[in-house]
């Protein structure tokens, strides 16, 4: 069985909305399903891993044709501030200089639903063609970005053939869209758009508990989770940091920055010289100056080490070596359905997770559901310091480690049991 899979993410980009349908791709035909990948032949990636190649099947078909991205003129303005937008990072609005602003203001009443759209209309010419000639009767549209959803709306209208949406993330909920300066009547286009989808498609796949009951809200088509999960990856070194390195994988965005646990690590480094002692705060991703200034004056300065991005395997390596793991989310309702893909590959790696997020966040109940680690609200400075506190003791002891349970449900492999499953039954 042949399905037509569209996608704006795919090696060499770099990410975590790369890995979800690398991984897919990667255990579909073990299902009896011949995966067709449709992407970009000219994309403008904002993170590039080279590593990620190595990964696809060679017999796989890949069918590439030419985007139009106005990023590239947005270049000409300002090239730093253009990519930092293209990463997701926002600074906070009392923090973004005037070139960002307009940026912000074009990207979100210009380009709706995002900057990809001038791909939809060449993506449904070219793919009527090679569905007709091939005969082809499921496509899987996959996004952000959310035009790729509309090439799949166009195409099932237009070809008759069975529709599967993949939602990595929220559209109209998710946390930078209220960044993004928007006018009354281009938050009711993006609305617009996203019921069009959603009651179009013949079934919806979400990452998320709670961004299947909002969807649930907004349209009767049926709506299955299949959240991110992990794949067993070799790595050189398992080799435990002889310091008490606290990571964070992935990236930083301005709004995630939880002020009391920059605190509460500086009056650890305080009270506790044997702290001081071992203590790096290791940060790898990009992250953005909101955050680095914010830990900075937090007198964080002399444990901190920024890395930047690095390859996917160079990522899992460091995961594995790191005492404590820290996952960070935005402080705010809209993020409560966030399941980052790093929360997998973090439970996997059996150290602890020390979780940060919003009040009933999706997060606590897949580490509640595992035991793999422990969950706070921002505000929450002195569980969050002593849960440090105790994690450093059984590090000095020579006991710090992470008992998960359950997990193997999360793996790429039964997961995409789950996704073949489905596909069958549209």
């Not at 310091?243 to 964070?248: D, E, L, R, V, W």
């Not at 009056?267 to 071992?278: G, I, K, N």
Request: overall charge neutral; hydrophobic content about 35%; proline content about 4%.
């Amino acid at each position: 069985m042949k399905v037509l899979i569209i996608t704006y993410y795919w090696p060499p980009a770099g990410g975590p909305g790369v890995q979800r349908w690398l991984k897919f791709v990667k255990y579909l035909r073990e299902f009896d399903i011949e995966p067709v990948l449709y992407i970009p032949e000219n994309p403008t990636y904002p993170l590039h891993d080279e590593s990620l190649v190595s990964e696809i099947d060679e017999e796989i078909t890949i069918l590439k044709h030419p985007i139009f991205e106005p990023y590239s003129f947005a270049r000409f303005f300002s090239r730093k501030e253009t990519k930092t937008i293209s990463k997701g990072i926002i600074s906070d609005t009392e923090r973004q200089s005037w070139i960002q602003k307009v940026l912000l203001y074009i990207r979100g009443n210009f380009f709706i639903p995002d900057a990809r759209k001038f791909w939809v209309t060449p993506s449904v010419k070219y793919l009527e063609k090679y569905i007709s000639n091939h005969k082809i009767q499921t496509i899987i549209t996959t996004g952000p970005p959310h035009s790729v959803h509309l090439i799949g709306e166009k195409l099932k209208k237009q070809t008759g053939v069975k529709w599967l949406a993949d939602f990595r993330d929220p559209w109209t909920t998710i946390g930078y869209q209220s960044k993004l300066k928007l006018t009354k009547s281009s938050q009711q286009k993006h609305k617009n758009l996203e019921k069009e989808v959603l009651d179009t498609a013949n079934h919806i796949i979400v990452t998320s508990f709670r961004t299947q009951e909002e969807f649930r809200e907004i349209t009767n088509t049926n709506v299955s989770v299949i959240t991110n999960g992990y794949d067993i990856e070799k790595v050189e070194s398992d080799v435990l940091d002889s310091i008490f390195t606290i990571s964070h994988i992935g990236s930083l965005l301005s709004g995630r920055n939880p002020k009391k646990l920059w605190k509460a690590l500086f009056e650890l480094t305080h009270e506790y010289p044997d702290f001081a002692d071992v203590f790096r705060l290791q940060l790898v991703g990009a992250v953005s100056e909101d955050v680095l200034m914010s830990i900075k004056e937090a007198g964080l300065s002399d444990f901190l080490i920024v890395k930047g991005y690095v390859a996917h395997a160079e990522a899992i390596k460091i995961q594995r070596s790191s005492q404590v793991l820290v996952l960070i989310e935005i402080d705010s309702e809209d993020t409560r359905c966030i399941i980052p893909g790093k929360l997998f590959e973090y439970m996997v790696s059996q150290r602890p997770i020390l979780a940060l997020g919003p009040k009933d966040a999706d997060v606590s109940r897949l580490l509640k559901e595992t035991n793999a680690g422990t969950f706070f609200e921002y505000h929450e400075y002195e569980e969050i310091k002593n849960q440090i506190l105790d994690y450093f003791k059984s590090f000095q002891e020579g006991e710090l480690a992470s008992q998960v349970l359950d997990i193997k449900k999360y793996s790429r492999r039964e997961l995409t049991r789950k996704l073949a499953d489905l596909i069958k039954t549209l």
